[in-house]
């Protein structure tokens, strides 16, 4: 994510989203579900880890969790509420190999045009192992009412890019949630494997 006014909302608005994903609570579980296919010491890439919660569960459960963010905001919050060595980076800013990656929401803010292309990138750092990624559904590019840039996507494309870049797209998980705008709005998370081969 390279959208500064995107990264200027993340860094002024930091505590209201802390607050909106109740941070301090117990892992969702989707994030219990993507720990569980992992074993202790995987090291993992937390990309748009936020405020770092999702990386505090990751340490806790045993995993090396390496969180960055483009938003020192997010950055400090992470190292200082929850204890994670967050580094403040963008999402070329990668430091692989890794075990696994959890993209939960971020890869939205990327330019919808750059994802195909992106999946390979993220394929180059994880050889082989188990990718997470969460995503608004629809088509396009807005900005949203506080000023944040989204791009939107649908499970076809998404699947079709990840295995272009050799990744295997499982079944998908769909579901509305209330976001930072005070919008209701569509989401997918999807899991993908690269076996190595």
């Known amino acids: 994510m390279s959208d500064r006014e995107t990264i200027d909302v993340y860094n002024d608005r930091a505590a209201d989203y802390v607050a909106l994903t109740q941070s301090a609570k117990a892992p969702e579980p989707t994030l219990v579900a993507f720990m569980a296919r992992l074993w202790t010491g995987a090291r993992v890439l937390d990309l748009g880890c936020g405020p770092g919660a999702a990386s505090a569960h990751m ?8 969180p960055v963010d483009p ?7 992470a190292k200082t509420t929850f204890h994670v060595p967050a580094r403040l980076g963008d999402f070329y800013d990668l430091d692989g190999p890794y075990d696994a990656i959890w ?28 990718l997470h990624i969460g995503l608004k559904t629809g088509t396009g590019e807005e900005r949203d009412t ?12 998404i699947s079709e890019w990840l295995v272009e ?9 769909t579901g509305e949630e209330l976001g930072l705008a005070g919008t ?3 989401y997918f998370t999807l899991s993908a494997v690269r076996s190595g081969n």
């Open 59 to 66: 340490a806790a459960a045993g995993l090396k969790p390496d």
């Open 71 to 77: 938003a020192h905001a997010m950055v400090e919050i």
């Open 103 to 130: 993209a939960n929401f971020s890869l939205l803010h990327m330019p919808r045009a750059d994802v195909p292309g992106y999946f390979h990138r993220l394929a180059e750092v994880m050889p082989k192992g188990l």
């Open 146 to 157: 506080i000023g944040r840039k989204y791009s939107y996507f649908t499970v076809c494309e």
């Open 165 to 173: 870049a050799g990744f295997e797209p499982e079944t998908p998980i």
């Open 184 to 186: 209701i709005d569509p």
